[in-house]
């Protein structure tokens, strides 16, 4: 695949190693007059266009006219993109070289019969492509959400009193739980706030009610049963939303049904006996160096202090390393480990106690590299599933202490219901996947 064979800057090493970043794209594939700024989309066989909402138009076309399947095409990140790549390669190449041919009324007549194409995440090319435009729209997704988290020139109007509100998004969000019972979910949970509430707001403005989403005749009527109703929520199924939860975007090739199955609000009805299975089974996290493990992170930390001379809290307090850079530090170790190779003079060794032997008697376990080698989109996904240690990351303390120096809000969990604190914590996320871990076993 000649678009995505290159090396990914500092982290590549070596052909079977190297890690591959977010695909740049040609502004005119199979000589088709569209830029990357356009809002249509081309045909990947001929000059035919559709704007890209009208997305199922152009899969029906190609299903049509050119015989063409796209498997689960609500899973690629950036349609509009993956069909201007398939385009080029096409072009190039026959389609029989990439897609599997299925042929209908096979018994039939020879005349009656149809041969159509499908492409999908079978081919390690389709798959690769697809894994990569995840990454970019990831990528981008995060950066937006850590700009959001730390802005401080938020301004917005109170959707139910018609107050005002600026500084942090968090100000405004906490005010509508606390005084109004109205509750879109923690703000670090959320992203394109601003459009969030824009799209909330519009539906207030034309008498909808967001939750069982009827319109009433007017603003009172609607107030009314909001309030009676307990409709002060929004509708979990409406997929208009879903875009607004990072959740939906960190899982490649699940779909956003399946995250919002596993939604905290879709545990309500065993929340106690939930909780309580998760403080009799502890989840243990796993050392960075060694086998050891933990059931919490302070007695990992230590371990690793006394055991291995690295030093965690202290590296991401003199850092300043922020949630996100935590976890991709945590990926690059793993990572670096599993190879057995000493991350900061790149020696690699027979064995993982060769390694550590090497890392501790050289100090090099205590030193990073330089950050642009680890601080690099790809970390963001775990090396090893379920990485407990990755659920116990926090932000340092200077970052904390910064953050309170500049008077920016510090969001908690309203605590003065129970019912609430449980419908809305990220534990019930955490519980939800180890206890299907557990089911496997």
């Known amino acids: 695949m000649a678009a995505s064979r290159g090396a990914a800057g500092p982290a590549a090493r070596g052909d079977t190693e190297c890690i591959l970043e977010p695909l740049s794209l040609p502004e005119s594939p199979g000589g088709v007059d569209v830029v990357e700024s356009s809002p249509y989309v081309p045909c990947i066989f001929c000059k035919e266009c559709y704007v890209l909402a009208e997305q199922n138009q152009l899969l029906k076309h190609m299903i049509i006219e050119h015989k063409l399947v796209?498997?689960?095409?609500?899973?690629?990140?950036?349609?509009?993109?993956?069909?201007?790549?398939?385009?080029?390669?096409?072009?190039?190449?026959?389609?029989?070289?990439?897609?599997?041919?299925?042929?209908?009324?096979?018994?039939?007549?020879?005349?009656?019969?149809?041969?159509?194409?499908?492409?999908?995440?079978?081919?390690?090319?389709?798959?690769?492509?697809?894994?990569?435009?995840?990454?970019?729209?990831?990528?981008?997704?995060?950066?937006?959400?850590?700009?959001?988290?730390?802005?401080?020139?938020?301004?917005?109007?109170?959707?139910?009193?018609d107050q005002e509100f600026t500084g942090n998004r968090s100000v405004l969000l906490n005010h509508m739980a606390r005084e109004h019972a109205f509750n879109i979910g923690l703000p670090d949970n959320i992203v394109n706030c601003y459009e969030f509430l824009a799209v909330l707001q519009g539906k207030l403005d034309n008498l909808q009610c967001l939750y069982c989403e009827k319109v009433?005749?007017?603003?009172?009527?609607?107030?009314?049963?909001?309030?009676?109703?307990?409709?002060?929520?929004?509708?979990?199924?409406n997929k208009e939303y879903d875009k607004f939860y990072i959740i939906n975007y960190l899982e490649f090739g699940k779909s956003w049904e399946e995250v919002q199955s596993e939604d905290d609000r879709e545990l309500l009805d065993n929340l106690e006996e939930d909780w309580s299975d998760w403080e009799e089974h502890p989840v243990c996290a796993v050392c960075l160096f060694c086998e050891q493990q933990a059931d919490t992170t302070e007695k990992l930390y230590l371990h690793m202090q006394k055991s291995h001379g690295f030093h965690f809290p202290k590296i991401k307090s003199e850092h300043g390393l922020n949630f996100y850079q935590q976890v991709k530090l945590v990926n690059f170790i793993r990572r670096e480990i599993h190879h057995c190779r000493c991350y900061n003079c790149q020696e690699k060794f027979e064995s993982k106690g060769g390694l550590i032997s090497h890392m501790e008697e050289t100090k090099h376990i205590a030193f990073l590299p330089a950050r642009s080698t680890w601080d690099q989109p790809q970390y963001y996904f775990p090396t090893y599933e379920n990485d407990t240690l990755l659920c116990t990351l926090s932000d340092s303390e200077d970052a904390k202490a910064d953050d309170q120096s500049e008077e920016v809000p510090v969001v908690s969990e309203d605590i003065s219901s129970l019912k609430a604190l449980k419908q809305s914590s990220v534990l019930n996320q955490l519980l939800c996947k180890e206890k299907k871990n557990q089911e496997k076993f």
């Open 70 to 161: 796209i498997a689960d095409v609500k899973l690629v990140a950036d349609f509009r993109s993956y069909i201007l790549y398939w385009k080029r390669r096409f072009a190039v190449q026959p389609i029989t070289d990439f897609c599997s041919v299925i042929r209908t009324n096979s018994k039939a007549p020879l005349e009656e019969q149809d041969n159509y194409f499908l492409l999908c995440d079978a081919l390690p090319e389709d798959r690769l492509l697809r894994e990569q435009l995840q990454q970019k729209k990831l990528r981008e997704i995060l950066e937006q959400q850590q700009q959001e988290r730390y802005d401080t020139s938020f301004h917005s109007m109170c959707m139910f009193c």
């Open 216 to 237: 009433f005749r007017d603003k009172n009527t609607l107030k009314d049963h909001m309030r009676k109703k307990q409709h002060r929520r929004i509708n979990a199924k």
